[in-house]
């Protein structure tokens, strides 16, 4: 089993940055690609980012690329989403989610149903 905990969700103003972080259990994370959505009021759960198991490939939606750098951290079990120049439209609930183990090192799922574990969430707000 794999265990998520989201952090560093915040009010900030328009223009800001923030970063967040998602910490993960267990002795298998090397496997495990990982991804970011998000989920605001009334709408569905959106693709953010995607990090390869070995954080060699990523993949961003085209509402975030240029803006969102998603990264992780094999020794310490951690994936981050730097969030610059915020927009008010940014303003959900933010997941980390982690596929099952997977051999395939260069793996970005774009699609929710491809992803087994998933984090609480962490609110972020942006205030124009």
């Known amino acids: 089993q794999v265990q998520l905990v989201e952090s560093g969700g915040g009010l900030v103003q328009a223009g800001d940055s923030l970063r967040l972080s998602c910490a993960a259990s267990?002795?298998?994370?090397?496997?495990?690609?990982m991804g970011w959505f998000r989920q605001a009021p009334g709408k569905g759960r959106e693709f953010l980012a995607a990090i390869s198991r070995t954080g060699g490939t990523t993949n961003y939606a085209e509402s975030v690329e240029g803006r969102f750098t998603i990264s992780r951290d094999n020794t310490k079990n951690a994936v981050s989403l730097q969030m610059n120049s915020l927009k008010p439209e940014d303003t959900a609930i933010y997941y980390c989610a982690a596929t099952s183990s997977t051999p395939v090192m260069n793996w970005t799922p774009r699609s929710e149903g491809r992803y087994t574990y998933w984090g609480q969430g962490t609110q972020v707000s942006v205030s124009s």
């Open positions: 267990g002795p298998t994370f090397s496997t495990l690609a």
